[in-house]
Structure formats: C-alpha cells, structure tokens
C-alpha cells in the first residue's frame, strides 16, 4: 500500500504505463515499465527505416531501367543499319521496333510509378513520426477512388475524453466537507469517478526519445529537490473534474509525479487542472493539511490511493482517445470541434449569504439582475457531426444531500454526470460510457441548492445576518438559557414531498432535492447540447496554459491606487465556526461574529491550547476575531496551506481561471472581470474577438473560501473562512491580470519559479484501518440471502405512481476489503429466455440502486442490504440480484472472493 507521493513517484510509471497496456494498448509481450512513448517512437523508427530501404531499392531498380534502356537505343541504332543493308530482314526489323517501344513505355512508365511513390513518400512518410505534418493536409484516398478535398487547419483543436473510477473505502471513512464526526458512510448510492478532458493544438504531439530522455533528465528533480511548476507542454492541457469535495495539493502532486514520468514532455504541473465537484458526501481523507482531516482521523491511505490510480487511469483513457482522434483527423477522418454555449439557469441555486452580498457596492450590485452568477457555461465536443461529450460550469454547492446522509455519493453533480451519460448511452454500464459528461463547479462560495430558502425548524424566519434561530424561552444550554443556536436549515426543492420521503433512503427530503437539482443541471446542459453547432462558439487556434505556485502567507503587493499591501497567514474566524445554512456549526458559534462583537469568552481559554494569534495576525485578519491561527501552526504538520497553485487555460479565445478556493459570487465577478481587462489590454485576441471567461474551482489546492472585502467585514462563514486576511481577493485579482495573463504571450517567458508546496501525507496521521477479519454467522455462509426480495412487483405506469422498490439482504464482509474499482458490488440481471442467459442491466453505478452495509457483532459478522427503485419504462420480465464481495480470512489476511443470489422476482 502506497502512502506518499515519493512512494507514487517511485512507482509511477510502473503503475500508469500498467494501466495504458491494460486498458488501450495491444500487449506485445513488453515490459510493463517501458514508456509508450518510447515503443510509439520506436515504431517510428522501424518505419522510417522501411521507406528509406524502399526509397533505396527504388533508386537502383530506376539507375538499372535506364540503363536497359540505352541499352535499347544501341540495339535500335543496330536494327536501322541492318535494315539499308538487308532489305530482306525488314520482318526483323519491325519486331525489333515494337520491342524498343515496348522497353520505353515499360520504362517511362516505371520512372512516373517511382517518382510518384517518392513524392507521396516525402510528404507523408519520410519522417520520425508516423503521422503527416500538421501544417496543411490534404485527404488521401478514399473508398470511391477520388480524392477527399479535406484540409485540417493549423488552427484545429484536437480532444481526448476519459473516465476512472476513484470510489474509496464506502464504510467506515468520514465524509469530506461537512466536517461533521457523526457522518461516516455506510454505504454506497453512486460511485465516485474522475472525468478527464484533454484538450490540444494539432501540432501538440509527443516528443522524440532524445527528447523525452532530455526532458526527463532536466525535470527530475532541481538542485533544491524541487520539481519545476511550469514543466509540461503549454499547447495541450488536461482538465479533470472528480465526484469528491475539492482538488488539493498532495493527491495532485501524485497525479502529476506519474504523468511526468509516462509522458515526459508532454503533461506536468503548468498543463494539469484538477476540480472537485464539492461533493459533501464523498470520501475523506486525502487532503495535504492537518485542518480538514481532523475529522477523518488523518489520511486515510485506501482513499487517498483510489483517487490517484483512478484518476491517472481516466488521464491514460482521455490521452488514448486524444491521440487516435488526432490520428484519424490527420488521415482525412470527420473533423474536430470544440464549442461554447451558455444558457441562464435561475432555479437551481440560491445566495445563502445575502446579508454579505448586499453590503457590495450599490452600483456594483446594479450592474447584475442577480445575486447569483446565473451562467450554466459549457464546452461541447464533436467528431463530424456526432456529440462526444461535454463539460460545464455552474456555481451550486455540493450539499444537496445533509449531512445526515452516509451514502457514498457525488451529490448533485455527480448525479447529473451520470444521468446525463445513461441517457446518452443507455446500453453500456455507467463507467464503461465513452461519451464523457463533466459538470463542474464556478463561483460556489455563497451558493447553495436549498432554494426553498433558509428557516427555523418551526418554519419562522431566520436571522438575516447571523441566521439563528431562538431557543424557546427557559430551556437551558451548555451555554446558559435563551442563547440563540445554529438551528436555521436550508430546505431544498423537494422539502414537503411526503411520497418522495417515503422512498428515501437517508429518511429525510434531500434524496429527493438532490435529483431535481441534479436534473436541473442537465436540462441546461441538453438544451445548450440541442442547439445547431452553428449557434455555437467555435474555439480554434490557440491552446496554452500556464501555471503560478503562490507563497499567499505573506503576499506583497500593489493596488490599483497605488497602496502596498500584503496577505496574512492562514486564520480561521469565529464565523467559520457558525457553520452556515446549509451544515450549522457548533455550540454557540454564529455567523457574523467579527472583532467587535460580544463572544462566549469560554472558547479565548479553550484556545489558550493552541498557538495564539500574535498581535501582528489579529491586525493582519481585522475585522475578523481569529479562533484558529492555523496558518502558523505546523506541528506536527501543515495546519493549513501556505503556497496554493492558480492556472489558466486557454483555448482559442475562451480562458478557463482554475481557483485554489471557493469564490463568492461578487468575488468571482470581479475575477472574470479583471481577467477580460487584461487580456484585452495584453493583445491576446484578435481585433472583433471577445475573452470568454469562466472559472472553476475549488482546483489544485484547497484554500477555503474567497470574499470582497465588504463581505469580508461581515464575517459570516464565507469571510470568517477567507483564510489570507481582507486582502485575499485582491491578490488573486493581481495573480491572475498581473502575472498569469501576460504569461500567455506568445513568446513571454517562463514565470518565475514559485514555491512548491510541501507534501505532509508521510508525516500525517493515518486512519482508515480495516476490519482484521470477516466471518459468517453460525451455520450460514458469506452471500447467503438473509431477506429474499418479493415473488412480483408492480411497476409504476405513471409519473404519479410511487417507484417499485426491491430490496434484499445478505450475509456480508467489509467492502473496504476490496474497493472493486471499475467493478461492482451489486448486480440486477434480466433473464433472457431467447438465449436462456441472464444479463446484467444495473449496478452499484446507477442512481437507482443503494448499499447500506451494517456490522451485526463484534466477531467480525455483517450484513449488506441493496436496495432497487425500479425506474418507469423499465422492461417486465424475470430479475435477481447478485452480490459480490470479498472476506477476509482470520490469521492470514488473505481474501476470497465470493457471490450470492436472491431467488428470482418478477417485475409486471
């Protein structure tokens, strides 16, 4: 079991070229750690060699024709001399004529094959690389004989999708995002997985093997043991969006370290990207600093592990697909577009901090009808006139699903990935699609999907400003009577539907909220996807990308006025501690809460045990009151991030700012704006082009939250969470207008080299352990049915008919035994009386299906309950469930895997 990124570095390219050969590549008998690159390369070679060798042979055969031909006029020249002297060999003659013309036209012919074969040779097979030159080509030969009149522009834009699975242990982990002790998952609704989009200009291609061998010799590792933040090539970058809370500093640095060394040159830190979808259901314990894995015990190896092999997986998956794309393109295939469409989508989010919101600029306010970033962007990928796949932008929290919810899940998100995919390809198993649907996250600081809005359980109104709720009058607190508490919750969308209720397995109306939002995102995502391709922006030319590693503890700068300033080291508020409308905090912690309020002097002595703010941090963080000076504490490690990594990607003229954080909707505004400025004032569009601007996040590193400075002195959750101090947002406006968007000049210099964060999962605590061995109950065997699914069900006919559930139980082993990556727990099959088989048509992927698994003694017993809400439309017919799991036997450790299956049901 791997545990750090140098034990990843160590094995990376054991472990990613594995996955290329498994996965994509035919199995030519080599070893697992040479480089495909290399054999790419070496084949190359081979050919290259080949038409040299042919070009050879032609040239002599040519030299030996012409001299068979002169040869020919000799003879000729005899034949006519003959023919004055003997006028009786005149049959001679004529036949010694027609064979002289014979050898010419034999001859000329030959020389046109020849000079043809080498014509057709130098342009397109006479190099070190197998596919023609990117400049300008023309098709070749197709199936009715004619030539194809294709030509691929230099400014074409290649693409390569990818999936991975990256689901962690699904019982016995703490979920990542409420940073609630109670919720550690029991079970599984949807797999996790990482989606990749890698986009590239044709002329984007791997590098030679001196090249890749000068590359990998020069990127090691720097005198300082550093890695360089601006390897990789700037013309193809990779964006990855994975079913988890955020994108952080050590599992990306694996990420990378395996990419670096499978593909020396072509992808490292400047061109990787990686999103959460903020997924506040999904498994912990992956996060480089010490602060967000309290809860989780530390790291837990078994996550950690998983996120990283699935996501270089869903990376090796994309980058096979990009290249047998650019491949078929080159030949004359269908062409290649990337397109931007946007729509409005009101209905799906909501601002839960509109105190904050509104204490920005009156006129600043104006210039928008909401108080929310309404824009669902998104990128369509086409080959000829067919979808491929997609990847969008829309700011909602991941919290669709409360915290009481222990279900394994990608929440909103992750369900409208999934929906979106079955739909298009209703025939393969969710993670076996190749059409690819990302939906990824923009300005989610102050967004949540509980669009009923925020209430108190009796349903008065909360606080605005603080949003509390009073304790009824006489009951007592830890804190003394009548002190107002953290009890105003958010509802969502289906709070109130009784029925849907019935049916939920978390026992409370977010199961149900939770698919209509979802279903919301991908109903913009279809009507954006339904439009003509003419209706949409075309993106060509350009593709770069550049990468800027930020010391943010003590930021130096200058504003717009002319004021140096600088940032702070990390700090949590009093704010932070309120929690918000959608995961209330603790105590009697509120939102809110800055230097000047009144506060439970309670938690100034609780705090004496940790490292106390200096007087210099608390005037750095003013207003905030600083609970937590976890940006200067660092034993036994990190407490917080200092260095956090910001990018852009560019491609054609839309411009993709990956945020280390959360972004408030008014934070994000002014980014994307600043942005637009400097890219404009830079010259790096064409004169008529306007930048496209979105951004995603929270990417690469987690630094909590981003404000305006007004909703900074609010100090709510979002400001007391804002960890650099009230300056926070103006040095990312310096970062990304200053510093990254000159980058993007052709022929502008590399950045400086910034700081690289440093990697603390060695030294980290470490949770997670699994179970020392699995054992059946007396008399019973691991997949035994221990409740038999009913003999016949009814499905539903209308919308308003309940779903049929079916659902069954079995005799169980831990299934962090085995995390069945790209696998099952659970199969529903159909019997097909045509071919006397059963097929599988559902499993532990699909929405429809739940895990709850529960431990039944302390022997090591267990039990697994599946459960199935059978969708309408769903054909009649004969079904059973099968399950597959894997024990652990006592004293060796080893595992077994075994199934079980429940008799058969009948769905009518």
């Not at 081979?46 to 040519?62: F, H, L, M, P, T």
């Not at 990787?272 to 992956?286: E, M, N, P, R």
């Not at 995919?421 to 990302?438: C, H, R, S, W, Y």
């Not at 700012?657 to 505004?669: D, H, K, N, Q, S």
Request: aromatic residues 8%; proline residues 5%; glycine residues 10%.
């Amino acid at each position: 079991m791997l545990s750090s990124a140098s034990a990843y570095k160590e094995a990376g390219p054991i472990r990613i070229l594995a996955l290329y050969h498994h996965h994509h590549l035919n199995n030519n008998g080599g070893s697992a750690k040479v480089n495909p690159i290399m054999n790419d390369y070496e084949t190359g070679e081979k050919e290259y060699q080949r038409v040299q060798d042919a070009n050879e042979r032609g040239s002599d055969e040519v030299d030996e024709r012409e001299h068979l031909l002169t040869e020919d006029k000799s003879t000729a020249t005899a034949s006519n001399a003959a023919e004055q002297e003997h006028d009786g060999t005149r049959h001679q003659l004529r036949r010694a004529r027609l064979l002289h013309r014979l050898r010419v036209v034999l001859g000329l012919a030959f020389l046109l094959t020849a000079g043809a074969l080498a014509l057709f040779l130098s342009n397109y097979g006479c190099g070190r690389s197998s596919t023609p030159p990117s400049s300008v080509l023309q098709g070749s030969s197709i199936g009715d004989g004619k030539l194809s009149t294709l030509k691929v522009s230099k400014k074409s834009v290649v693409f390569g999708l990818g999936i991975g699975d990256i689901t962690g242990p699904i019982v016995g982990v703490n979920m990542m995002g409420y940073a609630a002790l109670p919720q550690t998952n029991t079970g599984l609704h949807v797999r996790e997985r990482s989606r990749a989009f890698i986009v590239g200009s044709l002329d984007s291609k791997a590098p030679s093997r001196e090249e890749a061998a000068s590359i990998i010799a020069l990127a090691k590792r720097d005198e300082d043991d550093s890695v360089d933040p601006a390897d990789g090539d700037p013309s193809r970058w990779i964006f990855v969006i994975s079913d988890f809370c955020m994108g952080d500093t050590a599992v990306r640095r694996a990420v990378v370290d395996q990419l670096r060394d499978g593909f020396p040159g072509l992808y490292g830190e400047r061109n990787f990207a990686w999103v959460g979808t903020h997924s506040h259901s999904g498994v912990g314990g992956y996060i480089n600093a010490l602060t967000p894995t309290i809860t989780s015990g530390g790291i837990v190896e078994q996550s950690f592990n998983a996120i990283v092999d699935g996501t270089v997986r869903a990376i090796v998956r994309a980058h096979e697909d990009y290249e047998g794309r650019r491949e078929r393109l080159l030949k004359g295939g269908d062409r290649l577009s990337v397109s931007f469409g946007n729509t409005t989508l009101r209905d799906a989010h909501i601002n839960r901090s509109k105190f904050s919101y509104a204490l920005n600029p009156a006129a600043e306010r104006a210039m928008y009808d909401s108080d929310l970033d309404d824009e669902f962007a998104l990128l369509r990928f086409d080959e000829g006139s067919k979808p491929q796949g997609l990847l969008s932008w829309y700011a909602v929290h991941g919290t669709s699903l409360y915290e009481n919810n222990t279900l394994t899940s990608g929440d909103n998100k992750g369900l409208a990935a999934v929906l979106y995919e079955t739909k298009v390809q209703p025939d393969l198993m969710p993670g076996n699609n190749t059409f690819i649907a990302g939906f990824s996250q923009a300005s989610v600081g102050d967004t949540s999907p509980n669009t009923l809005g925020a209430l108190c359980i009796d349903g008065s109104p909360c606080d605005n400003q603080h949003s509390t709720c009073p304790t009824d009058r006489g009951v007592k607190t830890p804190f003394g009577p009548n002190v107002t508490v953290s009890t105003c919750l958010g509802r969502g969308p289906g709070f109130g539907d009784d029925e849907a209720l019935a049916q939920s397995p978390t026992g409370s109306y977010d199961w149900k909220s939770n698919q209509i939002i979802a279903q919301k995102q991908v109903d913009a995502a279809q009507e954006v996807m339904g439009r003509p391709l003419k209706k949409l922006a075309h993106l060509e030319g350009v593709v770069n990308s550049v990468k800027l590693n930020v010391d943010m503890s003590q930021f130096a700068f200058t504003l717009q006025n002319g004021t140096a300033v600088q940032t702070c080291p990390a700090a949590l508020g009093y704010g932070f501690a309120g929690g918000t409308t959608d995961g209330p905090g603790v105590a009697d912690f509120k939102q809110g809460q800055n230097s000047s309020d009144p506060h439970n002097g309670l938690w100034d002595v609780i705090r004496f045990f940790f490292k106390q703010p200096s007087a210099e941090q608390m005037a750095c963080q003013a207003p905030k009151r600083v609970l937590l000076d976890i940006g200067n504490q660092h034993r036994p490690y990190d407490w917080a991030p200092s260095v956090v990594e910001t990018q852009i990607l560019q491609v054609g003229n839309m411009f993709v700012l990956v945020v280390p954080g959360e972004f408030t909707t008014m934070a994000g505004r002014r980014l994307k704006e600043a942005v637009r400025v400097a890219v404009r004032k830079v010259g790096l569009l064409q004169d008529g082009q306007e930048p496209i601007v979105v951004i995603a996040g929270p990417a690469n590193t987690y630094s909590h939250y981003i404000t305006t400075g007004e909703e900074y002195a609010a100090q709510r959750y979002e400001g007391g969470s804002t960890l650099f101090g009230p300056n926070t947002l103006e040095a990312y406006l310096y970062i990304y207008s200053n510093m990254l968007v000159p980058a993007l000049r052709p022929g502008a210099g590399k950045l400086e080299k910034g700081p690289l964060a440093t990697i603390n999962i060695e030294k980290a605590f470490k949770a997670g352990r699994r179970r020392s061995a699995d054992t059946a109950p007396w008399g019973k065997s691991f997949g035994d049915v221990i409740e038999q699914p009913q003999e016949f069900y009814t499905m539903p006919t209308s919308q308003s008919d309940p779903p049929a559930n079916v659902t069954a139980t079995f005799v169980a082993a831990s299934p962090a035994n085995d995390l069945r990556l790209e696998r099952t727990y659970l199969e529903i099959q159909i019997f097909d009386p045509s071919t006397m088989l059963w097929k599988t048509v559902r499993t532990d992927s699909h929405p429809s299906t739940t895990m709850r698994w529960t431990s039944t003694g302390s022997l090591g017993t267990s039990k697994v309950e599946f459960g199935w809400a059978v969708e309408r439309g769903t054909p009649a017919g004969r079904y059973r469930m099968v399950y597959w799991g894997d024990s652990k036997t006592p004293f060796t450790g080893s595992l077994k895997e075994f199934s079980g299956y429940t008799a058969d049901f009948n769905l009518s």
